[in-house]
């Protein structure tokens, strides 16, 4: 009996699963619309997967502009505060509907994810450089908030590292992705201004600063901060929560970076890409008369100033040839010394400094696997140019840099501060 019940059974359900296996065939399969790309939505073939790393002040807005573009997924947010990544994970799931976005206090968890194809690195500048060679190893792709190195032989090390691993590395100078800037540079880089003779930058603050300690203070716990993971490749000090937001810490032997290195990178990179991105100057000379003058092989000059400008807003910078010159700075406005350099061109006028071409720029590279506008070679130079302006000015006298090796010729108070030392465990 027991063995006729069985057979009866057996039989059933293959009948059932028969009938399944049919209704299966028939009914349709039900896919979502933004699967496939309709809607407006990017397929999930065509996102670019990110993570943010440091999402403060600026990292908040940077990570607002890569949220506006449609074929950006943001999934992890990793902060050393507890209060930062609770925050960043509700905004990526309130855009997102679902409760995804996870959270890390160690980079290394983000980078060690395989769905993660590029990162968001918005740290304080303590950390800009180590995490984003971290992350090239990793095989991810960067966009990292500038200062991007906080010395010479980082800024090398940097560029290397992008050349080897064939990583998509953006620097956050996104004043390369304005129209009136690049219009200017283009001037200058192309020969329409003649031979340049001057390319002004202002350097927001002409000082070489001493990091320092603050009082020591209890640190909170290490879930709410981790002090430890903070301080990362820097010097141990004593927990101070003045300390907690984008301190630079030590740039080569202490020296800290400053008008010069910070806010006036930006205008140097932009410098830079007037000269067609050439190697840096060759000499340095201590600053006279609120100048700080640099001078390239070709004679061209690279000059540091705080006044003196035509008022077109913050980070301006000028270039001057024998045949004409140009001024641009965060109006979005310029000033050229003929309308005739216009050549019947129309630039639009954007005003203030928005990140969202810039971020369009790198996504666009990673897409092709080509080299976006502050990729790593440009922003190796422009910042190489910051740290040896930065030399002079705390030595306080001139200094030669050799571009065979990047050292200061017959120097050695000046190549001292060329590097320094990261605390273990991070090396790079």
Request: contains cysteine.
């Amino acid at each position: 009996m027991k063995k006729k019940i069985d057979t009866i059974k057996r039989r059933s359900f293959l009948k059932s699963a028969l009938a399944s296996a049919g209704a299966a065939a028939v009914a349709p399969t039900i896919i979502p619309s933004s699967a496939i790309g309709r809607d407006g939505a990017v397929p999930p073939s065509e996102r670019v997967v990110l993570g943010g790393i440091g999402i403060g002040n600026r990292g908040n807005y940077d990570l607002g502009c890569f949220l506006e573009q449609k074929d950006v997924q943001f999934i992890a947010v990793c902060d050393v505060k507890e209060a930062r990544r609770l925050a960043v994970k509700k905004i990526a799931d309130t855009k997102y509907g679902n409760e995804n976005c996870s959270m890390h206090q160690d980079f290394r968890e983000v980078l060690d994810r395989k769905d993660i194809d590029a990162v968001l690195i918005a740290t304080g500048p303590n950390w800009h450089a180590t995490m984003s060679m971290y992350a090239a190893r990793a095989g991810k792709d960067i966009y990292c908030e500038k200062p991007c190195t906080k010395n010479i032989e980082q800024s090398l090390i940097l560029r290397d590292t992008m050349r080897r691993t064939g990583r998509i590395f953006q620097a956050g100078t996104q004043r390369r992705n304005l129209p009136h800037f690049a219009f200017a540079c283009y001037l200058a880089r192309t020969g329409k201004l003649g031979k340049l003779s001057k390319i002004y930058a202002h350097p927001a603050g002409m000082q070489a600063m001493m990091s320092g300690w603050l009082p020591a203070e209890a640190p909170p716990e290490k879930g709410k901060v981790d002090w430890d993971m903070y301080l990362g490749p820097a010097a141990w000090r004593p927990f101070n929560p003045k300390l907690l937001d984008g301190f630079n810490f030590e740039k080569g032997g202490g020296l800290v970076g400053g008008g010069v290195l910070e806010w006036g990178s930006h205008c140097v990179d932009l410098c830079q890409w007037a000269v067609d991105d050439c190697p840096p100057p060759v000499e340095y000379n201590a600053p006279a008369n609120g100048e700080l003058m640099a001078r390239y092989e070709n004679g061209t000059q690279l000059i540091f100033r705080e006044k003196g400008w035509i008022p077109l807003g913050s980070c301006p910078v000028r270039f001057e040839g024998d045949k004409g010159w140009v001024e641009a700075g965060d109006s979005g406005k310029m000033v050229l010394s003929s309308p005739e350099l216009m050549a019947g061109r129309v630039v639009e006028e954007i005003g203030g400094y928005p990140a969202t071409f810039h971020v369009r720029d790198f996504l666009d590279a990673v897409k092709t696997r080509s080299q976006p506008k502050g990729n790593a070679e440009a922003a190796c130079n422009a910042h190489i140019v910051c740290h040896s302006a930065n030399i002079a000015l705390f030595l306080n006298r001139q200094v030669k840099l050799d571009l065979k090796n990047y050292e200061f010729i017959n120097d050695e108070p000046a190549n001292r501060l060329r590097s320094e030392a990261l605390r273990e465990p991070w090396r790079i």
